[in-house]
């Protein structure tokens, strides 16, 4: 089973051959990032690390044994207590299981490591893969996307609730050492 990693510099040549790879696939679900992405992908990869860094987002790599990336979790943090959820499996890797055991371990890291409220992803109505990763794990449906968002494809708004866990939750049951 893969495993999974925070972004790092050193995951750019096999990032960029996992969207190469799977670009077609990708865009029959989503937008198609057009030739300029692939053209500044040593750019757009550090940026995304430099985001990182800053606290903007978490970025994160589904590994598989032979190092091959076969999926990313990305999030990017809002400021009203929401964090957004992007994700994308590699073709030869769906109906495997990835998807969903990503997205749940990516969101208890982003859970437990930040101080979200809530995470949203959105997901294309013509997805049910997608639709049924984000109900397995835990996402209920808030209202309909923007079709902008999803490659022109009307979709679904679906939310995570963080119940108690998360970052406050942590330092309040550490106690308050003020007190």
Known sequence: MPHLQQLRPDHASRVLT???ENRAYFATWIYDRGDEYFEQFGQRHDALLAEQESGIGVFYVFVAEDGSIVGRFNFVFKEDGFAELGYRIAQHATGLG???AG???ACAL???DRDVRAIRAAAASANPASRK??????????GPANPADLGGQ?????QRDV?????????ASEGDKSE
């Open 18 to 20: 996992f969207e190469l």
């Open 98 to 100: 990835i998807a969903t």
């Open 103 to 105: 997205v749940r371990e």
């Open 110 to 112: 982003v859970e437990v």
């Open 133 to 142: 990763v984000l109900t397995n794990t835990g996402f209920h449906p808030v």
């Open 154 to 158: 009307p979709g679904t708004w679906y």
């Open 163 to 171: 119940d108690g866990v998360g970052l406050l939750a942590t330092r």
